[in-house]
């Protein structure tokens, strides 16, 4: 679910978007390292500067700390003005930055203004990306760091997303008016929410969704009812409810993170700056409140909980995190096909496979029956499929091809050819699947886990930014070499795709005064060059200057 309305029509808009802020992005990052190896040449010895790389001394974490939340608060300025193309712009879906009345929810013709918007978001992504991948790069070079210092900048971090809009998706609108169906006995499974008629809860949602059943399971819609209840059915008290329950997932995955990270004797401090501080998390998960944070959380808790031998305990959270969203459910088969540990021929991994599917029916069967809305929600589960977008590569194929096909005079449908990718990048999927389980004892059970996880997100019917942390997320505590360079190319590059109303956007750019739009463009170079710190020497460190240290 995104926020355009014609998301067919503006996926290839968003995608020349996404390029134009990939390339961007990639020339302030050759821009950080062609200052980094100056910077090498005239201070030969950064191991000896000023005491910063004293072995007890963090207190330059606060220097990134700060940056961030400036990145962060930039982007929440930039969203709030009432002409801004990345949030929803009606009448009384927050409190604040949106408009007064409907004539004005459809008045872009500040430019300035909408440049200033513009100029204040792009600036703050690229800023907060440049800040994340030094980080993690010093901390590479520098393990140890203590985990409570990285937990008070996720607090600083956030703050701006709690307190914004819901930005770059409209969906928690949705979930809102899911839950209120849900605390007055209907059916999320059987009806959409324009079931409700019209309303403050009705009116946010997207059209393509508005008569849509549900797609997700038990657990997230019982949660749902019961804030929409505690909120006394106020529409914008139950989004901001959302937020907080998305919130405390990340608050659980910022603490099983680092527990993970010991499994595999990594770094913890470098595996939550790649998991839990990643723009996408911060932007997507807390900004966008969307439930795939509860689904992840409550996966890494499972899969943390199998790994420190409690794997009973492990398939009940990862049954848990199924009754989220399905995709899920790998955690319950990688929990059992390791259980009884390495070297096990497939004939004995059946029992344990038997054991977790009846102990997760169990979880399931119990959640939908005090759900009481029964199993509609599998059914459902091709419903995200109704987007057809560039951003898909299974679903960008099939359109590409028909379009070739068109233009040779072959008069064939677009939905069939569609149809037919679609299947064929599954399959694929499903098939690099299980060779990655079965050679998951020899390239690590989170390896395999996260990047069949990823392959699902990229070969599916429809690719969204916060779809990508299932897999990142349990990629980040192995995170080295090319995984490591996935990850980070992973999420530099999805915080620009499918950028809401990118189609208006560009028009508004067409549009736009010459000597504004070159003006914002100028301001934004400072975004680019603007020097981090010293702190950033840490990562140029050829060798790390301190062995990891894991503390149990």
Not at 137 to 162: D, E, F, T
Not at 280 to 298: K, Q
Not at 311 to 337: D, F, Q, R, S
Not at 525 to 534: I, K, N, W
Request: net charge positive; proline share 7%; aromatic share 8%.
């Amino acid at each position: 679910m995104d926020l355009d309305t014609s998301p067919q029509a503006s996926g290839h808009e968003s995608s020349r978007l996404a390029g134009l802020a990939g390339f961007g992005f990639a020339v302030a990052t050759k821009a950080d390292e062609l200052r980094q190896r100056i910077a090498r040449r005239l201070r030969p010895t950064p191991h000896a500067e000023e005491g910063a790389l004293d072995p007890g001394d963090w207190r330059w974490l606060r220097r990134p700390g700060l940056l961030g939340f400036l990145a962060l608060v930039s982007i929440a300025i930039g969203g709030s003005f009432s002409n801004s193309p990345f949030k929803l712009e009606i009448p009384g879906t927050w409190f604040f930055g949106v408009p007064l009345s409907n004539t004005s929810a459809t008045d872009h013709g500040n430019q300035p203004l909408l440049m200033l918007g513009l100029l204040l978001v792009y600036g703050g992504l690229l800023l907060l990306l440049r800040v994340w991948i030094q980080l993690s790069k010093a901390l590479r070079n520098r393990p140890g760091a203590p985990i409570s210092h990285l937990v008070w900048i996720l607090a600083l971090w956030v703050i701006p997303m709690l307190i914004v809009a819901p930005m770059f998706s409209r969906d928690v609108f949705s979930y809102a008016a899911q839950g209120e169906m849900v605390s007055h006995h209907i059916n999320p499974y059987i009806y959409g929410p324009f079931t409700l008629g019209s309303g403050p809860y009705v009116n946010p949602v997207d059209p393509l969704w508005g008569n849509t059943p549900a797609p997700y399971g038990p657990l997230f819609l019982i949660i749902d009812g019961f804030l929409s209840s505690i909120t006394f059915h106020q529409a914008n008290l139950t989004v901001m409810a959302l937020r907080i329950l998305e919130l405390a997932s990340v608050g659980l995955l910022a603490w099983c993170i680092p527990k993970l990270a010991r499994t595999v004797n990594r770094d913890p401090g470098q595996a939550f700056v790649l998991a839990v501080l990643n723009p996408i998390v911060v932007l997507t998960l807390v900004g966008g409140a969307h439930n795939d944070a509860m689904m992840v959380a409550l996966l890494v808790a499972g899969i943390t909980a199998a790994r420190l031998k409690h794997p009973v305990w492990g398939v009940i959270l990862c049954a848990l995190a199924a009754a989220v969203k399905a995709p899920a459910a790998l955690g319950i088969l990688y929990i059992a096909w390791d259980w009884l540990g390495p070297g096990i021929p497939v004939r004995q991994r059946i029992r344990p496979l038997v054991i977790s599917g009846l102990i997760a029916a169990a979880v399931l069967a119990a959640l939908t029956a005090i759900s009481g809305l029964g199993l509609g929600w599998v059914g459902n589960l091709t419903t995200p499929g109704t987007v057809q977008s560039w951003d898909a590569p299974a679903t960008g194929f099939g359109m590409g091809l028909t379009s070739i096909a068109h233009l040779v005079g072959l008069g064939i449908s677009q939905q069939g050819v569609i149809s037919v990718t679609r299947v064929i990048g599954l399959a694929a999927a499903v098939v690099i699947g299980i060779w990655l389980l079965k050679e998951s004892e020899r390239i690590g059970q989170l390896t395999a886990l996260g990047l069949t996880l990823l392959l699902f997100v990229i070969l599916s019917p429809v690719v969204q930014p916060w779809y990508l942390t299932w897999g990142l997320v349990l990629l980040a505590p192995v995170a080295e070499g090319r995984i490591r360079t996935t990850v980070i190319v992973l999420s530099v590059v999805s915080p620009f795709i499918g950028l809401p109303g990118g189609r208006e956007l560009i028009n508004q750019l067409l549009q736009a005064n010459p000597v504004v739009v070159i003006s914002t463009l100028v301001a934004l170079l400072a975004f680019v060059v603007a020097p981090l710190g010293r702190w950033t020497a840490l990562g140029n460190l050829d060798e790390p200057v301190l062995q990891p240290s894991l503390h149990h």
